[in-house]
């Protein structure tokens, strides 16, 4: 299915406006994912079998991952394509997943477009300046991604889905204000505070800045879904540290923008960010804004999903929120945990059973094996 791309105020790169039919070799076109319990669920339905996948699935919690990370830079093993392909795929053999989630990073399409950025170990992803002048914003919105500098992102997908068969394959990217946050700060921060000023201190720097890297978000999540993604999710890591409004206003937009470079497309789409309790009504409207048909809210561990549901509304599927922490409590714990989230979202048109964050990295891995078995025996 298609659906029109929204009526955002063009600034910068040019945003689709025509429907675009998907390839034909394509897993939601030749079959492959489409009735796969991950897209029935996104899409409003209630599969035979619940899915669940785990943000940060891929990762420092496998032992094979790693083996195979040994010797690589992050950014290095996000653009070398069997490299990405085989972390992608580790958990889906491991632990029996409804989806595999795209192994790469959302700075990467600052690096492909030019950005001098570098993920260090125990910090995070670290600028080589911190962008906060009209002057640092002109620079940076000269840079942009071509056909060329997205190439190992194409392979990558490519050999990913070839490899997955009938498991669909989750296209991300990083909302425009948390790439925003990182620029602006430099590195990471705990309140965002210079991003937060700027967005106040000088809005047209700061409107320029979002769009700029909405765009970049938006050629990097088509990219992922032309090359064979059966869905995507845009990951707002930090909207958590804004009020409503200045979320409304300065974020929402972008955000819409960043997620309508794939709304002619028809895939189904995931918004998530973490704090974000008092943002999921405006979240959900960022998917209705980009012309998103098929649409979900992810939901962190701290709001319980039948809350979350009456915030919401009819209509919309949503995606969690098992507490991270809990992994590492005694199974019996767990158990209970995990049986009255899927119960608190048995209202909801469709469910993807997720966490509410990311794994962490210390996370025993039968622990998701067998979260996975119990999902898929409710």
């Given at each position: 299915?298609?659906?029109?791309t929204p009526?955002?105020?063009?600034s910068?790169?040019?945003?689709?406006?025509?429907?675009?039919?998907?390839?034909?070799?394509?897993?939601?076109?030749?079959?492959?994912?489409?009735?796969?319990?991950?897209?029935?669920?996104?899409?409003?339905?209630r599969?035979?079998?619940?899915?669940?996948?785990?943000?940060?699935?891929?990762?420092?919690?496998?032992?094979?991952?790693?083996?195979?990370?040994?010797?690589?830079?992050?950014?290095?093993?996000?653009?070398?394509?069997?490299?990405?392909?085989?972390?992608?795929?580790?958990?889906?053999?491991?632990?029996?997943?409804?989806a595999?989630?795209?192994?790469?990073?959302?700075?990467?399409?600052?690096?492909?477009?030019?950005?001098?950025?570098?993920?260090?170990?125990?910090?995070?992803?670290?600028?080589?300046?911190?962008?906060?002048?009209?002057?640092?914003?002109?620079?940076?919105?000269?840079?942009?991604?071509?056909?060329?500098?997205l190439?190992?992102?194409?392979?990558?997908?490519?050999?990913?889905?070839?490899?997955l068969?009938?498991?669909?394959?989750?296209?991300?990217?990083?909302?425009p204000?948390?790439?925003?946050?990182?620029?602006?700060e430099?590195?990471?921060s705990?309140?965002?505070?210079?991003?937060?000023?700027?967005?106040?201190?000088?809005?047209?720097?700061?409107?320029?800045?979002?769009?700029?890297?909405?765009?970049?978000?938006?050629?990097?999540?088509?990219?992922?879904?032309?090359?064979?993604?059966?869905?995507?999710?845009?990951f707002?890591?930090?909207?958590?540290?804004?009020?409503?409004?200045?979320?409304?206003?300065r974020?929402?937009?972008?955000?819409?923008?960043?997620?309508?470079?794939?709304?002619?497309?028809?895939?189904p789409?995931?918004?998530?960010?973490?704090?974000?309790?008092?943002?999921l009504?405006?979240?959900?409207?960022?998917?209705?804004?980009?012309?998103?048909?098929?649409?979900?809210?992810?939901?962190?561990?701290r709001?319980?999903?039948?809350?979350a549901?009456?915030?919401?509304?009819?209509?919309?599927?949503?995606?969690?929120?098992?507490?991270?922490?809990?992994?590492?409590?005694?199974?019996?714990?767990?158990?209970?945990?995990?049986?009255?989230?899927?119960?608190?979202?048995?209202?909801?048109?469709?469910?993807?059973?997720?966490?509410?964050?990311?794994?962490?990295?210390?996370?025993?891995?039968?622990?998701?094996?067998?979260?996975?078995?119990?999902?898929?025996?409710?």
């Amino acid at each position: 299915m298609t659906s029109p791309t929204p009526a955002v105020e063009p600034s910068g790169a040019t945003v689709p406006t025509t429907p675009a039919p998907l390839p034909a070799d394509h897993p939601l076109v030749d079959g492959r994912t489409a009735t796969s319990s991950l897209v029935r669920a996104l899409r409003g339905d209630r599969p035979e079998r619940l899915p669940v996948w785990f943000m940060r699935q891929a990762g420092r919690s496998l032992p094979e991952y790693r083996e195979v990370r040994a010797g690589h830079a992050m950014l290095d093993s996000c653009l070398n394509p069997p490299l990405a392909t085989e972390i992608t795929l580790q958990p889906v053999r491991r632990h029996g997943v409804d989806a595999g989630i795209f192994f790469s990073d959302i700075v990467v399409p600052l690096r492909l477009a030019g950005v001098d950025v570098d993920i260090q170990p125990g910090v995070g992803p670290v600028m080589d300046q911190a962008y906060r002048t009209p002057d640092d914003v002109a620079r940076l919105v000269e840079k942009s991604l071509d056909a060329e500098a997205l190439a190992p992102i194409r392979e990558a997908v490519r050999l990913t889905v070839a490899q997955l068969g009938h498991t669909p394959l989750i296209g991300f990217g990083g909302a425009p204000f948390t790439l925003a946050a990182y620029l602006v700060e430099g590195r990471p921060s705990r309140d965002h505070l210079a991003a937060r000023t700027l967005m106040h201190a000088d809005p047209a720097t700061w409107d320029r800045l979002v769009t700029w890297t909405a765009d970049l978000t938006g050629a990097f999540v088509r990219e992922q879904v032309l090359a064979g993604a059966s869905a995507v999710q845009l990951f707002d890591s930090w909207a958590g540290s804004l009020s409503l409004a200045d979320y409304e206003a300065r974020v929402a937009p972008s955000s819409a923008r960043a997620l309508g470079h794939v709304a002619d497309l028809g895939v189904p789409a995931i918004h998530f960010g973490t704090g974000t309790g008092h943002l999921l009504e405006a979240m959900r409207d960022v998917l209705t804004s980009a012309g998103i048909a098929d649409r979900a809210v992810g939901v962190d561990y701290r709001t319980p999903l039948d809350e979350a549901l009456a915030m919401v509304g009819d209509g919309i599927s949503i995606q969690g929120n098992i507490d991270p922490a809990l992994l590492a409590a005694p199974w019996e714990v767990l158990e209970a945990h995990v049986r009255d989230v899927v119960a608190r979202g048995a209202d909801a048109p469709g469910h993807v059973v997720n966490l509410g964050h990311g794994v962490p990295p210390e996370t025993d891995p039968t622990v998701l094996t067998r979260i996975v078995e119990l999902v898929h025996a409710l």
